[in-house]
């Protein structure tokens, strides 16, 4: 399998372009999942991916065939109308956020099966490939939406750079931002928008029902290594990346395995390993410091 692996990595562009788009995949979602775990806003990822599908279903019927432009565009739409609903429902009803995302979330992938299950019923739509939109399945990616994918995730990454400081301040000290004249509102329609786009582009390759765990796992992995945000966005960025790499990679050369839970799986082992053996509050920091104030009280009461 190995070798296998190597083969296709050095001799096949199409895996190479495919792996590499997973990569900036993770990358841009372990960023921009730091920022959503730290401003409480981990669950919005998963509304927002199950929201996309009954975007990506009307633009297909619109469209008549399987263009991914114009696929990313309806998902896009239907991600922002579940976020801004969400956030409707919060701030004019006494219903809690969590409630609210799990309303929007069931309803909005209900209407989305409803609408698959219509195109997959039409004669050309067993054809279409958008149950590939469930699970994922890079192997099924064309040569554009490799380009696009990758070009986005790259976007991504360069905004988030740019704007480090301002969302650090905003997570931090939100008083202050808004006393200093930052433009608060804007900052986070800019960072929902890049939740959103980060969340769509994913969904071909990772799934609608898995995308979120690519935006929360490689983020809460990076906790357990470093207490500082600017380590953390690189950890996460890198555990991204590797768990991105790995899934499609696995997927490519064995037919038949969905993508979406190969990353999942690979960004869930990096997690067990950084909450064992991680350097701030894993479990065997944890012992070892249990250990020593044991041996301490012992030594003290003798």
């Known amino acids: 399998m190995i ?25 841009s979602s372990g960023v921009l999942g730091c920022f959503a775990l730290l401003k409480k806003q981990s669950l919005i990822g998963d509304a927002v991916a199950h929201a996309a599908l009954p975007g990506i279903c009307m633009a297909y019927m619109l469209a008549g065939e399987k263009l991914l432009l114009v696929l990313l565009i309806g998902a896009t739409a239907t991600g922002l109308l579940a976020t801004y609903l969400i956030q409707l429902i919060t701030a004019t009803t ?16 209900g209407v989305g ?15 279409s490939g958008l149950d590939h939109f469930i699970f994922g399945q890079a192997a099924a990616m064309t040569r554009f939406d490799v380009y696009t994918m990758a070009g986005v995730a790259a976007g991504l990454i360069f905004i988030s750079c740019l ?26 329609t800019l960072f929902s928008t890049l939740l959103v786009m980060t969340v769509v582009i994913g969904i071909q390759g990772v799934g609608v029902i898995l995308m979120a765990a690519l935006l929360i796992i490689p983020a809460i992995s990076a906790r357990f290594w470093t207490d500082q ?6 950890v996460s960025g890198a555990i991204g990346a590797a768990s991105g790499a790995a899934g499609a990679l696995i997927s490519t ?26 350097r701030k509050r894993s479990l065997v920091q944890k012992l070892t410091a249990h250990r020593i104030g044991t041996k301490h009280v012992k030594e003290e009461s003798a």
Do not use: Y
């Not at 099966?113 to 054809?127: D, Y």
């Open 113 to 127: 099966i409803v609408l698959l299950s219509r195109i997959t019923q039409q004669a050309e739509g067993n054809k």
């Open 229 to 234: 945000l600017g380590w953390m966005v690189v």
């Open 94 to 109: 006494r219903i809690k956020k969590d409630a609210a995302i799990c309303m929007v979330l069931s309803v909005f992938f």
């Open 3 to 27: 070798q296998d692996v190597v083969d296709s990595l050095l001799h096949e562009p199409n895996t190479q372009w495919v792996v590499l788009s997973t990569m900036l995949l993770g990358i």
């Open 163 to 188: 704007l480090f400081k301002e969302w650090k301040l905003l997570i931090f000290d939100a008083d202050f931002a808004k006393n200093s004249g930052m433009p608060i509102g804007l900052l986070e």
């Open 253 to 278: 050369i064995r037919t038949g395995l969905a993508t979406g839970p190969l990353i999942v799986v690979t960004a869930a082992a990096f997690f067990g390993v950084s909450f064992i053996f991680g």
